[in-house]
């Protein structure tokens, strides 16, 4: 059975558990709703919870957990004697996995694959005029994988099903045998609600749990390839795919933060100053279309912004700026990115900081005035101090957009990862280098692959650093207004 | 505690702010009609009235602070020591070092206690070194009886008073720079019975500085705190006069209604 089609049954379970929830309900008390505890929908309404939503979780949790269990009973089936030269097992896997995938899209046509898996050659072109190319014929311990991984996957997923109709109708029976007059269905229906809003909340804590599991388990695999204090310490990055290379993380990290920076010397105080207009001196009907126009801003494609900084800012530094003094004449420079991605993040700064200097109390200004002083003494020294957790939060994540910005780089900065401090060099940062160490034609399990997680890890320590920095900040100045 | 001091004692009859023929209008709402008030030296002077009646609105007019909203326009004539304060050669930021205010709602900065005090004198450039400052600072926080309180913990932030000790310090902010007015907007409304006990009396004593305006809704206070009163009903001055005729005598039926508690 389909998942479709087994949601649907569950569904319809749920919305027959609510209709006889009702009834019910209103039944036991001859029609009288006065008598019951909770309004007669509420008692439909925990009867249908209590049957979709352990049958719905039920599902998903099988869903997820099933490929692990399955692949590792097939990959025990491969035979290592058996393996090409140069072919990981898991690689075996990855055809095992197509040629089972394959095979069930064969079947679903409604071929019959019993004489296809009998001969290798047969079955190769089956599947080629099925769109599944193979380069080679399946050996015999890929062909039994296949078939361990096809039979267990469909006793699997029978066995979900069964599980899931169980719990399901277990559920609503359990529901209906709880309704009577004083059973306290709103309550009961408010907790439920409780538990499933908690379960929205959970699954964004799992994935960033999951998404730092996997990064730290690749990056454990790279360090067990590549020396850590090689890795953190040396200059040079000089990946050679023929192995041999030297993949120190310094110059990477040098042109991350030095583009950075320049972003946020240009953003902080460009984007700090137009809130400050925004908020204090600009009439309503100016704030009502300057605001969205810069906001406009945060909406340009990151692409976008790669290619002025490419076609017009690069250009422009190199033809009147460095060229002329004798700094270079490269149109990729550390400038260039640094600049345009400045202006990327000012809405990150000015809308942010506009929202929270709204947020001072007005009797603070007034107090302010109230004793003599000018709109901009009381901005510099009570609406700003006031404000200075909030700005300090604005300005880290711009900050952690920068650090975690690419394509303006690739565009802007170029790709040659140097330690300099000449800011009309070309350079490059961490992200660049992740996405050029993953675009290859390499295969998975070199350190020159690798090395992106390690390099994608270090930044993820960076940008949470930043984060943790903000909220210490935040919380030490937050002061408490009514 | 003063309780129903209605003998009056005026001591001094020098007129420190004139309003003449004074209209405020917010947009087309004419919320301040022809206003006409004496404001003495040295004196303790009430405006009473039903919510809404203009009172803080025309308090707000004799430091303008009305000028930070845009809708507000003011005509007629106020002057301080006869010198008009809607003149245009007038900087309303002097204008407000000269004529203080402290709010409904205790606004201290979030700054520690002792640069809320400093914060006056520091804009205006009235010490020359630190240790005159420390001396006002001093000064103005003993005169806002919140000197004992407080002293050990200067530079502790002022929002983390009690309610009443941060209205005394809002007072002491505002005496700092030595204004000749002190604005006072319904300074007691946030604040329980004893921290309300101790701003009167410290009014009292300011009374000898200060020429002081206070807004109030208590009748009591009124009655306790000032020596002259005003009424408004509706944007209009009613009556005017001593602090003892208002309320025992009064010549307007609507003040003799208000305060017998009829209207408002």
Request: charged share 15%; aromatic share 6%; hydrophobic share 45%.
């Amino acid at each position: 059975m389909s998942i479709g089609l087994l949601s649907l049954i569950i569904l319809g379970l749920a919305i027959a558990g609510y209709v006889i929830g009702r009834r019910k309900a209103v039944a036991q008390v001859e029609g009288d709703i006065r008598k019951l505890h909770s309004l007669p929908p509420f008692y439909g309404r925990i009867t249908a919870l209590l049957t979709a939503v352990p049958a719905f979780f039920l599902i998903a949790a099988w869903l997820l957990a099933q490929p692990l269990f399955l692949e590792n009973k097939a990959l025990s089936l491969i035979n290592p004697a058996e393996l090409p030269a140069g072919k990981s097992a898991e690689l075996v896997m990855a055809d095992v996995r197509r040629v089972a995938a394959g095979l069930n899209m064969l079947e679903a046509r409604g071929d019959d694959v019993g004489p296809l898996l009998a001969s290798p050659t047969a079955l190769k072109s089956a599947l080629n005029g099925a769109g599944v190319v193979l380069e080679t014929e399946p050996t015999p311990s890929t062909l039994a994988a296949t078939a361990a991984l096809r039979d267990a996957g469909a006793t699997s997923r029978l066995a979900m099903t069964g599980a899931a109709l169980l719990l399901a109708l277990a559920g609503l029976a359990f529901g209906l045998s709880r309704i009577n007059p004083e059973y306290r269905a709103r309550n009961a229906t408010e907790r439920f609600a409780m538990w499933l809003l908690m379960a929205s909340s959970l699954v964004a804590v799992l994935t960033t749990v999951g998404i730092v599991a996997s990064l730290l388990f690749e990056s454990i695999h790279f360090f067990r390839l590549y020396p850590a204090s090689e890795f953190f310490f040396s200059t040079v990055w000089k990946p050679q795919f023929g192995g041999g290379s030297s993949l120190g993380i310094l110059p990477l990290l040098w042109g991350t933060l030095y583009v950075s920076v320049i972003a946020l010397i240009v953003a902080v105080p460009i984007g700090l100053m137009s809130a400050i207009y925004l908020a204090e001196y600009a009439s309503r009907s100016t704030r009502a279309w300057v605001k969205p126009a810069i906001e406009i801003l945060a909406g340009i494609p990151t692409i976008v912004y790669g290619l002025f900084a490419l076609v017009t800012v690069g250009p422009l530094l190199r033809d009147y700026f460095a060229s002329p003094l004798g700094l270079g004449n490269s149109s990729s420079s550390v400038m260039t990115a640094g600049l345009v991605m400045g202006i990327m993040v000012i809405p990150f700064v000015s809308s942010l900081s506009d929202d929270i200097i709204n947020a001072v109390p007005q009797s603070l200004r007034d107090g302010s005035l109230g004793l003599g002083a000018t709109p901009s003494e009381t901005i510099k020294q009570v609406v700003i101090p006031a404000a200075l957790p909030g700005i300090v939060g604005a300005v880290l994540l711009a900050a952690s957009r920068a650090i975690g910005e690419t394509m303006i780089v690739v565009m802007g900065a170029g790709a040659a990862a140097k330690l300099s401090l000449d800011p009309f060099e070309a350079m490059t940062t961490v992200t660049v280098k992740i996405v050029s160490q993953l675009t290859g034609d390499t295969e998975f399990a070199s350190p020159e692959t690798l090395v992106a997680f390690a390099l994608g890890l270090t930044l993820f320590c960076l940008t949470l650093a930043l984060n943790i920095v903000a909220l210490v900040i935040v919380r030490k100045y937050r002061e408490q207004y009514e | 505690m003063k309780d129903q001091r209605l003998e009056t004692r005026v001591d001094t009859q020098t007129i420190k702010i004139e309003a003449r023929k004074a209209q405020v209008y917010y947009g087309t709402n004419h919320a301040i009609k022809d206003v006409d008030v004496d404001i003495m030296d040295k004196t303790v002077t009430a405006f009473i009235g039903p919510s809404g009646c203009g009172k803080s609105t025309f308090l707000r007019c004799l430091n303008r602070m009305n000028d930070t909203i845009p809708s507000c326009r003011v005509e007629g004539s106020i002057t301080l020591e006869g010198e008009s304060i809607y003149d245009p050669r007038v900087d309303p930021v002097q204008l407000r070092a000269r004529i203080g205010m402290v709010f409904q709602k205790p606004n201290p900065f979030p700054k520690s206690i002792y640069d809320n005090v400093a914060y006056g004198p520091k804009i205006h450039g009235l010490t020359r070194n630190k240790a005159e400052l420390d001396a006002i600072v001093e000064s103005c926080l003993r005169k806002a009886a919140l000197w004992n309180e407080v002293k050990d913990r200067l530079q502790a932030p002022g929002t983390g008073l009690s309610g009443g000790q941060q209205q005394r310090l809002c007072i002491a902010r505002a005496i700092a720079t030595s204004p000749e007015v002190l604005l006072m907007d319904e300074p007691c409304s946030a604040l329980d019975p004893i921290a309300t006990a101790q701003v009167e009396e410290l009014i009292d004593e300011l009374r000898s500085q200060f020429s002081v305006v206070i807004v109030t809704h208590s009748m009591q206070q009124a009655a306790r705190v000032s020596q002259r009163t005003a009424f408004f009903h509706l944007g209009n001055l009613v009556e005017f006069g001593e602090t003892g005729q208002i309320f025992t005598n009064p010549k307007d039926p609507r003040t003799e209604s208000y305060i017998s508690g009829r209207i408002g």
